[in-house]
């Protein structure tokens, strides 16, 4: 039985506009395209749900095909159900490994030196690479000194005494690998006169949503949608995330994709420099100074879905001293752990492979963007080091 609310497939226009925008259909014959495997095949599976293929696997979720499309089709979303019955039924260690950000996150945070040293070493990378089809080529992330909630913790007291307080979903990135971005998050805040607060927040999900696990991803959704709406309490304070993928997760994929209530925290959940640009539009201006530095900015996909790239932009031209460049860049390629499985591995960096290019030309101090996965493959491909926007904007807050 159709469901009214899910036919937006219906809408289709056959103009292939997301073809055209499709990074990975640009690259290989092996992806028919966001067309043909979303609304196309949509109106087949219908009949038949059975009517599923391998070419759905190809599909970054990168969410480029619903930016192009003119008529609001949910095109990415019917990729990733039908992608997600296709591999569904099978226990693929690698992919739920992969997935587990929590669970990889918390053991090695527990063992940093071992782990470190262990995922640099050419030996436990040829084994990865032979056993659990992890490309020895792809750097693994490394990760931080116990986790980031820990170290709030001890930091907690004095962030109660500012007269505006919003939630911060921190993300696996930051609570596992970055503490230092948390930290600037938190320098930043600070600064504008707001205080922080954390839950006990788990993975937004994304990384199961990618390797096909719907059921659990639903869970950690329902748990964060829970711990965030009781943090938000009835004066309603904000929830900022200073990742692009997690905003994302929380503003469209819940609602979406997951089909969960989401109004406990509906119209909640705004990207950090959304947040950071209208505190400082209201004023009084920060105290900033001059950062003497060229920097090319890259827009994440999952900025550019959600419309805030423009929010970034105007925050940096705010800095003084920082010459921006802003390259016509499209997906880097690595969409989240698509680009650490060796069957994508080598599609994953022909996608990249223009922006490449496209930062070399500027030829920059560094790189700027918002999306911790394409920090990894932009460092990994280009000579550049690689910030976070709000980290630029921490480096210019006198000390």
Known sequence: MIELENISFDHCLKCTVCTVYCPVARVTPLFPGPKQMGPDTERLRIKNPELVDESLKYCTNCKRCEIACPSDVKIADLIQEARCKYLSGSFRPRDYLLSRTDLLGRFSTSLTPLVNTLSRNRLVTSWLEKFMKIPAKRPLPLYGRGTFGRWFRRHAAGQRNFPARVVYFRGCY?????????????????????????????????????????????????????????????????????????????????????????????GRVEYITRFIGRKLEAGPPLRLEPLNLTAAYHPPCHLERLGGAIDTIEVLRRLPGLKLKLINTECCG????????????????????????????AEPDLVVTDCETCKWQIEMNTPYRVVHPVSLLARALPA
């Open 174 to 266: 930051v609570n596992y690998n970055d503490h230092d971005l948390g930290r600037d998050v938190i320098k930043v805040l600070n600064a504008l006169g707001v205080g922080v607060s954390l839950v006990r927040e788990v993975c937004c999900g994304v990384p199961l949503i990618a390797s096909g696990y719907l059921d659990r991803a639903r869970l950690n959704a329902r748990r964060n949608i829970l711990a965030l709406g009781q943090a938000v309490g009835p004066e309603g304070m904000t929830i900022v995330s200073a990742s692009s993928t997690c905003t994302l997760a929380l503003r469209h994929e819940y609602s979406n994709l997951l089909q969960l209530d989401v109004s406990p925290i509906a």
């Open 334 to 361: 690595l969409a989240g752990t698509y680009g650490f499985k060796s069957e994508f591995f080598r599609l994953s960096q022909a996608v990249g492979a223009d922006t490449f290019k496209r930062i070399a030309a």
